[in-house]
């Protein structure tokens, strides 16, 4: 009976990640919907219903672990804080009814992630990343190739796959994680390697298709920072030998892209204003230095449509986020939630890599790499913070999991460093 309750709940953990990831349910809901399809509006109430439910038995599996899931949650006071700060930006919200929506969803995703660290090893969550994005993997050609009305994209973006999500960036997000997953599973996993270098080839393939650059560029550097992380465990000479290597690499690849960026731009379809990007930056940096200490409040700003319009008439573009982590972070809570978030972040980076270097498992390369693609994919996207996001909710779960591992490596290491004292003294 217990392992078949460990089953359904493992069952349950996979297909939650997979709504928190996008994937299925808001695309078939949408009808196909496009960038283009502006004013359209389909019913969401089974996905806001889905998310509802998948509060209550993210509480219900919490209190029934409650003491532990409490104080895992209290190893990290930055996080907390951040949240906290979230919940009372309502009070100076450019639109609070939208702020509180908003804070149910983000402490609901953030309690989701909290449950992944109390409940699964680090091996056990790397193993569960792998199955969600598997499946993503495997339905989003189907979807593509047999129905294009749904997994093909229209408008300005026509032809780009999206398979089961409803953007052509987030199917490349979400296939980046898939490679940055695979790979590290690879190292431990000989048996199955095949498996998985067969599921990056896919994701690989699926990031092509989909036309994001942004995530075809990700996909190389996290690439490089695993195999990195692997190096750290070789020995001194192949260590040094692979490290001066790569940075020669490294050198030829910075020459070449500052002498050619404009030729590389134009064969991408891009320009160097990062597809009207950096117009957009601008703009919102111009907002912010309205209410720089606590910004707009928590999810308020994009929302309130007198704010709002001064971005769009200066960027002659209707969006909803201003494509960068950090600038949408300043949006909402300012520079103290800044601050917060980046004196967490490099605390988190920190005990991480610390974790690498102690354990002999590729798994704890997870949380490093994670660390890396959410700096990385957020200088151009708006996930660092977000509510019902995979991003946030990996990056609670890794940074719990992490001091936990610590400090129970921590013990053991005081345990076995006297282990006849008790004897000595009796």
Known sequence: MARVLSRLEYGFTVVALLLYIGGILLLVLSGGANEADIGLSYDTSLYR???????VITIFLLLLRWKQALYTLSRSPLIVALLMLAVVSGFWSSAPEDTF?????????SLFGVYLATRYSLKQQLELICWTFGIAVLLSFPFAVALPQYGQMGGIHTGSWRGIFTHKNGLGASMVTSVMAFLILSFDHQRWRWLAWTM??????????????SSLINAVFITVAIIILQMIRWRYRSKMAAFMTLLLLLEVFTLGFVTYAQTLANALGKDLTLTGRTVLWSA????????????????????AKSEVTSIWLATGWKMNHPH????ALLIDLGAVGLIIFLVALV???HRALLLARLETTAAAFLPVASLFFLITSNLTESALFSSNAFPWLLYISLT??????????????????????????S
Request: charged share 10%; proline share 2%; glycine share 8%.
């Open 49 to 55: 219903l889905s998310f509802i439910l998948l509060y």
């Open 101 to 109: 929506k908003e804070n149910i969803q983000l402490i609901g995703s």
């Open 200 to 213: 990056i080839l896919l994701s690989m393939i699926l990031i092509l298709f989909s036309k994001s650059t």
């Open 284 to 303: 919102v940096w111009d907002v912010v230095q309205q209410q720089p200490w606590f910004g707009y409040g928590y999810g308020g700003f994009w929302n």
């Open 324 to 327: 960068n982590g950090f600038l």
């Open 347 to 349: 605390q988190s980076f």
């Open 400 to 425: 719990l999991t992490v001091i936990k591992s610590l400090e129970r490596r921590a013990v053991s290491f005081a345990l076995s460093d006297h282990p006849t004292s008790e004897f000595q003294h």
